[in-house]
């Protein structure tokens, strides 16, 4: 039986243009170019990263030969990244600008009005060591002693629009 992938209009299986931009996580890397090594010959490669901790792992660098560049998009996550890789790291920010929309305030996100807000955004299905929300649930048990105000703890999850099912 053959199987064929159907893309909205719009979307190639070989892109057209000369550069190729992987915005997806490091380990995925290396998978996403060899699924698509038809399509990126002869193209350049620019994936796009982001990592939350100091050192980037030793064994992620083996994407970096099917790479000509990584963009990050903190001084942070590049200064990870050109610890350990050889090819050109480019701090690249979000070119993102997104209005707060009049009317939302706290109370229609169910939050106090005085209350100092601890929000913590993750993926569950991340790798456990980088996100770690029991860790950040511990540290907000600690804050009462150090915040004389009330405060909250806001934890979301953004990882189940990926794993969703027909």
Known sequence: ETVQE???DGFSRSPEFGVTLLHLNADQSAYAIADHAD???????????NW????FPAVWPEAERQLDEVWAPSLFCAEAFRRRLTIPVTHM?????????S???????GLQRDAFVFLFVFDAFSVP???NPMAVIEAYRRVPAAVARPTQLVLNNVAPWRWATA
């Not at 399509?39 to 990263?49: E, F, N, P, Q, V």
């Open 52 to 55: 939350e901790l100091p050192e």
């Open 103 to 109: 009317g939302v305030g706290r109370e229609a996100l």
């Open 6 to 8: 159907v893309l909205p």
């Open 129 to 131: 060591a980088r996100k």
């Open 39 to 49: 399509a990126l010959t002869g193209k350049s490669r620019i994936a796009s990263w």
């Open 93 to 101: 920010p979000y070119a993102i600008d997104v209005p707060v929309p």
